[in-house]
């Protein structure tokens, strides 16, 4: 995948090219998630990385590298390591007094985006505290 992209100009329609050379969804995912990496000015790896795994955030940095786009090595030692589940489900927004919901759905993703650019580090406790931080005052 790497070896592609970095043959493609920047940029390049992915899913146009993806339909002319019959990649499956799985193929075009894995790409697309190269060329993010390769090309947007993303601040932190996780959120793609605990959603697609590793293999295309490396392919990805190798393609900005090749192109002699700025170095993002500091991302491969991070994620050398496990990624750590996000510390919070339904349940911690439920006893919060949050039905069910899309509410609830939209404060879990926010607090999931906020721990995600922390880098993953903040622990149970702090991510709750965030999260009651997002709930309207009573």
Not at 104 to 110: E, I, N, T, V, Y
Request: proline residues 9%.
């Amino acid at each position: 995948a790497a070896r592609l992209l970095a043959l493609l100009p920047v940029g390049a329609d992915l899913p146009g090219l993806a339909a002319r050379l019959r990649w499956s969804t799985a193929e075009l995912e894995f790409i697309s998630v190269c060329q993010r990496i390769a090309e947007d000015n993303l601040e932190t790896p996780y959120p793609l990385a605990r959603r697609f795994g590793v293999d295309p955030i490396f392919s990805g940095l190798t393609v900005r590298r090749a192109r002699g786009q700025e170095d993002r090595e500091v991302w491969r030692g991070w994620l050398a390591a496990p990624l750590p589940p996000f510390p919070l489900g339904g349940a911690d927004v439920q006893t919060l007094g949050v039905a069910p919901g899309p509410a609830m759905g939209r404060l879990l993703r926010a607090a999931e985006a906020w721990w995600d650019a922390g880098h993953c580090r903040a622990d149970r406790a702090e991510t709750l505290a965030y999260l009651k931080s997002l709930l309207p005052a009573p």
